[in-house]
């Protein structure tokens, strides 16, 4: 296609933004306003003018996104093309230059990825080392968010011992340095090391950023008000002299402090790239919602913060007034919402029960949500629940592949040893600790030592040596590329896991169920080999599983695929769907306890904004009067925010005799009593 051809299906803010191509650009896409879709066509048009796409680099944050502006791509400009755009999340990138470049930090390639309970199990490790007990567990968990903050702030263990503003912070800091040198030990990163370590690489190694710059000559940046410092400090780097960068992103939906996101790089972005100035773009016509819904998104989040001012319209009219439902309690709230389904889906046989979704402020929400659907038999979708990947029986099947991948790994070597038993004892695997702690070699490569030989029966001897000469084989036949999973099954037929199960439970149907979750983790596998050009290694696929984002996953507790989508606010970010719910809408609740505490109801506010964003057509907003929490019967006042929303925007829903529902007067005097409260 011609550069002029592609620009033709866009509105002219739109335009502007695909076309602007040299220099830093700021575009500021409120939500539904075709972000994804300017984003793609820039890449188009900058190919359509003759910019070569291994030139191109754009960083995302989920591979949900990834994916999709990869095939929107494939279909304007060919698959060829395509396949040539760097185009993945920030951790993909990292984790992809440093298989290259991580030896001047003395990890070797073949590294693998900390999962959360790897991390935990580590830190609890070195906390012990540094003289906490295996009851600190609160202790831990705080040493993880300052770990996670100090690589945030790019701070080494030496270097964040020399920062110390808590009475914590010297302890925590030991552990830092014990916990660092524990994933050392294993050739291991956490999720914090990718970014880190890439930091370190583009700013400590000049030779290495030179060659970034020389072949990533246009950045793109997605969803730029998420970056957190070190993604921040990441682009500038690549950016260079040249600043042919293009950020976009929404202040108002920047909804991810608590992880480090950081929203003055969007608020900021004239002033770190002067040039700048001259091409802020604001993206306002939105493509999904209504203008009722729309007006009171803009309401809601006018005023109170800093914010790039934007006013969100539409083509489709002013639609439904938003609904708010008064309910009894919380059992009064859910069978509220299941009748309003049942209801809804009666009247309108052009909707799926996938166009419906139920969000809420915190996942302790969902249970009695998820026990009403049940009960009304209406099925649903748990987004960012419990997920296919964190089954046990999952995850000791890549515990057992991560051990080919990485014979050093020894969180993953400890779960899958015994697993299933094979007649070592606590004395064997306390001497397996103890060479490991003593040594340099991983617990794996220990089984051939003699001190531990020692301590084991002849059963565990013969079981040590069967396991190292399966796991060797196959380490050698997983070096040459493709045919995963059919090596995969071999593997874990050989090593005694894929057929353990009816020895390990009575229940033939138990043992079933686990052995279709393993046989299902083997088709994952040659799912993924399908969509890949060029034959995969072992590494490309634990690569690809260890950075799933939570958006990229879905838990589906429906029979058919179709249900109702039940999700924090959080995570149902970039999504949408023609029917929504907001449930809880209360004081302590939304806005959580902690905000209201704190003062700090700019992030919270832009949450609610986020929330009301999702919804195409129909938009039903739910509060109880009374509540179970904290085990009593609280009385709940209704949210402050609900007071930002126009009362010509809500519909008092008079007719619905099946929900006692506030008035346009009621909620006018009881907000008014509240806010006067609150002065």
Not at 242 to 270: H, M
Not at 637 to 654: A, M, T, V, Y
Request: charged share 30%; glycine share 6%; net charge negative.
């Amino acid at each position: 296609m011609r550069p002029e051809e592609i620009l033709a299906g866009l509105n002219p803010e739109q335009r502007r933004a695909a076309s602007t191509i040299e220099g830093p650009v700021l575009v500021l896409a409120g939500a539904g306003t075709g972000k994804t879709r300017v984003i793609t066509y820039r890449i188009a048009y900058m190919l359509a003018t003759g910019i070569k796409p291994e030139n191109i680099l754009g960083m995302t944050f989920t591979n949900k996104a990834a994916a999709e502006m990869k095939e929107r791509l494939g279909e304007l400009c060919g698959k060829e093309a395509a396949s040539k755009v760097t185009l993945g999340t920030f951790h993909a990138f990292a984790g992809r230059l440093l298989r290259k470049e991580i030896g001047v930090f003395g990890f070797l390639p073949n590294f693998t990825i900390a999962d959360d309970k790897d991390q935990i199990a580590i830190l609890k490790q070195a906390a012990i080392a540094c003289g906490l007990t295996k009851d600190d567990k609160q202790q831990v968990y705080e040493a993880a968010s300052y770990i996670s903050l100090c690589k945030n702030k790019m701070l080494t263990p030496d270097e964040a011992s020399q920062v110390i503003d808590k009475a914590d912070d010297e302890l925590y800091a030991k552990i830092y340095s014990k916990y660092q040198n524990q994933l050392y030990l294993q050739n291991m990163l956490d999720f914090d090391d990718l970014l880190f370590y890439t930091h370190r690489l583009l700013r400590d190694y000049p030779e290495v950023r030179e060659r970034c710059q020389e072949r990533y000559k246009y950045l793109l940046v997605d969803e730029y008000q998420d970056t957190n410092r070190v993604q921040f400090e990441m682009v500038k780097l690549l950016a260079g002299d040249r600043q042919n960068l293009c950020v976009v992103g929404d202040d108002d939906q920047s909804i991810y402090s608590w992880r480090g996101a950081d929203a003055g790089n969007i608020l900021k972005f004239t002033d770190y790239f002067p040039r700048a100035r001259q091409q802020e773009i604001k993206l306002e016509q939105n493509y999904r919602s209504t203008n009722n819904i729309l007006k009171a998104a803009n309401a809601a989040i006018a005023g109170g913060y800093a914010r790039k001012e934007k006013n969100l319209w539409s083509d489709f009219g002013d639609g439904e007034l938003i609904t708010v439902a008064a309910c009894d309690n919380g059992e009064a709230e859910v069978e509220f919402i299941a009748s309003y389904i049942h209801q809804f889906f009666n009247e309108h046989r052009e909707y799926k029960y996938s166009d419906c979704a139920i969000l809420y402020r915190s996942n302790y929400l969902s249970r009695q949500l998820e026990q009403s659907l049940r009960s009304a038999d209406i099925p649903y979708k748990l987004i960012g629940g419990q997920e296919f990947y964190d089954s046990k029986e999952v995850k000791d099947s890549i515990a057992y592949l991560r051990i080919l991948a990485n014979p050093n790994d020894d969180q993953a070597f400890m779960r899958v040893i015994n697993n299933p038993p094979r007649g070592f004892g606590n004395k064997a695997i306390e001497k397996l600790r103890e060479l490991r702690k003593n040594g340099k070699q991983g617990m794996l490569a220990s089984l051939a030592a003699e001190d531990f030989q020692k301590t084991c029966t002849t059963k565990a001897k013969n079981s040590a040596q069967t396991f190292l000469e399966i796991t060797r084989k196959y380490q050698n036949l997983f070096v040459v590329p493709g045919n995963l999973a059919s090596k995969v099954k071999a593997y874990l037929i050989e090593i005694d896991f894929l057929n353990c199960f009816q020895k390990l439970y009575k229940d033939e149907k138990e043992a079933i169920k686990r052995r279709e979750l393993v046989d299902e983790f083997i088709n994952s596998i040659a799912q993924f080999e399908s969509k890949q050009q060029e034959p995969s290694t072992l590494q490309d696929f634990l690569e690809k599983i260890s950075l799933l984002e939570e958006n990229d996953r879905t838990d589906d507790k429906s029979d058919d695929g179709d249900g109702v989508v039940l999700s924090t606010i959080h995570a149902s970010k970039g999504l949408e769907f023609p029917l929504v719910f907001l449930v809880a809408m209360e004081r302590n609740i939304f806005p959580n306890e902690r905000a209201l505490k704190e003062d700090s109801l700019d992030e919270e506010l832009r949450l609610f904004y986020v929330a009301l964003t999702r919804a195409k057509r129909h938009l039903v907003i739910t509060h109880a009067q009374e509540r179970f929490r904290y085990g009593r019967i609280e009385h709940q006042n209704p949210s402050i925010f609900l007071r930002k929303i126009p009362l010509e925007l809500i519909d008092s829903g008079k007719d619905k005799d099946f929900i006692q529902q506030l008035s346009a007067d009621s909620i006018n005097e009881g907000f008014a009593k509240i806010f006067e409260m609150l002065k």
